[in-house]
């Protein structure tokens, strides 16, 4: 009897440490249901890298400047035809608009402190889009401390197509040129 209450509980045990996901994998299980409900082509969806981490302070966990990043892209998409980072115009168009909406990221002292309390999951993923043509995205997830839910989710820096990531790096830049 002794040696089957023993067994029983080492079982218990072993069961509630097997449940227990990391924060990785927790992180990864995320993403992949949320690729499954909004990819056009789920199948093609294959992660390279993903990197789970606390938020912190920076610009990158941010939600109101995050918000307001997403503005800027999108109205740079609907003003201007193309982007390249190596571009001086372009860049100079992106510094314009972003002057134009700098007050939505709130005071420049407080942008690496307004910061979100949860997770940051940076993933790398091939996936094909709906002319069937395979890309390599790489995107930035902000979600809850439980890793139940999305929060926001933006497209980190490349330099061939205007994204949220590209912004926010500029912002520090615009915000030093206009206090000067």
């Known amino acids: ?7 029983l509980m080492l079982t218990f045990i072993m069961v509630s440490f097997s449940s227990c996901l990391s924060e990785q994998s927790k992180g990864e299980k995320l993403i992949k249901e949320h690729m499954y409900s909004t990819a056009y082509d789920y199948d093609s969806y294959e992660p390279i890298k993903t990197e789970v981490r606390k938020c912190n302070k920076s610009i990158w966990c941010n ?11 999108k109205e740079y998409k609907e003003t201007y035809s193309s982007f390249n980072a190596y571009e001086r115009n372009d860049i100079y168009n992106v510094h314009k608009l972003i002057k134009k909406h700098l007050s939505g990221f709130g005071e420049y002292e407080t942008l690496e402190q307004n910061t979100y309390d949860g997770y940051s999951i940076q993933q790398k993923f091939r ?10 995205m790489n ?6 401390n439980d890793f139940k839910r999305i929060i926001t989710s ?27």
Not at 154 to 180: H, K, P, Q
């Open 1 to 7: 009897m002794k040696k089957t209450g023993i067994v």
């Open 154 to 180: 933006y497209e980190t820096y490349e330099i061939d197509r205007i994204s949220e990531g590209f912004v926010l790096g500029e912002v520090s830049t615009v915000f030093r040129a206009t206090n000067n």
């Open 63 to 73: 939600l109101q400047a995050i918000s307001t990043a997403k503005e800027i892209v």
């Open 139 to 144: 995107m930035k997830f902000i979600v809850d």
């Open 127 to 136: 996936i094909k889009s709906r002319s069937g043509i395979a890309f390599i």
